[in-house]
T-cell receptor
Framework: DGGITQSPKYLFRKEGQNVTLSCEQN?????MYWYRQDPGQGLRLIYY???????QKGDIAEGYSVSREKKESFPLTVTSAQKNPTAFYLC?????????????FGEGSWLTVV | KNQVEQSPQSLIILEGKNCTLQ??????????LRWYKQDTGRGPVSLTI?????NTKSNGRYTATLDADTKQSSLHITASQLSDSASYFC????????????FGDGTTLTVKP
């Protein structure tokens, strides 16, 4: 099936650890995104990538890092510098970053700090 | 600063009833407005997308309206079903911010039998 696959669905992180969330898409989309969602709130953009080997910071990039070495993959690393990482993380993609294109979302990953 | 405000924050209705969710925005220059439905613990799913020239767009029992002059949009749900229980987000994109859309905080709808 075509779509966006995020893994793992649930992840627990100890204080001071870096963790990486995986995002893979087989939609042949150029643009990919990472959003963070806190309970009862909307989505906030962490990073986005318009093309392979290129990415830009979103509104809350501090404490996060990404890479875009392949068109279909856009992993997100939550570093120890992110002081409040517990949240629901959503990966998304669109044909291009032109604002008229529909953004398709993965099923999300829950990250909890223990 | 681009902003999107949604109301009400939460809404409870009985199955079979209609309801309307509101969205006001200050995003400029306006490109498009989208409504998404998000079931608990899942990724959002697109319901409608409207550009400047479109006033209304339907997707089954969902009808979205857009007034670009007053910068307001609404999502009307007809004959609600239990499966409509979800959070609904209004998302607005600007022409000059490729890749950066502004999300509202959403309306949580609960449909009761």
């Amino acid at each position: 099936d075509g779509g966006i696959t995020q893994s793992p669905k649930y992840l627990f992180r100890k204080e001071g650890q870096n963790v990486t969330l995986s995002c893979e898409q087989n939609l042949n989309h150029d643009a990919m995104y990472w959003y963070r969602q806190d309970p009862g709130q909307g989505l906030r953009l962490i990073y986005y990538s318009q093309i392979v080997n290129d990415f830009q910071k979103g509104d809350i990039a501090e404490g996060y890092s990404v890479s875009r070495e392949k068109k279909e993959s856009f992993p997100l690393t939550v570093t120890s510098a992110q002081k409040n990482p517990t949240a629901f993380y959503l990966c998304a993609s669109s044909i291009s970053a032109i604002s008229g294109n529909t953004i398709y979302f993965g099923e999300g990953s829950w990250l909890t700090v223990v | 600063k681009n902003q999107v405000e949604q109301s009400p924050q939460s809404l409870i209705i009985l199955e079979g009833k209609n309801c309307t969710l509101q969205c006001n925005y200050t995003v400029s220059p306006f490109s498009n407005l989208r409504w998404y439905k998000q079931d608990t613990g899942r990724g959002p799913v697109s319901l409608t997308i409207m550009t400047f020239s479109e006033n209304t767009k339907s997707n089954g029992r969902y009808t979205a309206t857009l007034d670009a002059d007053t910068k307001q949009s609404s999502l009307h749900i007809t004959a609600s079903q239990l499966s409509d229980s979800a959070s609904y987000f209004c998302v607005v994109s600007a022409l000059t911010n490729a890749g950066k859309s502004t999300f509202g905080d959403g309306t949580t709808l609960t449909v009761k039998p």
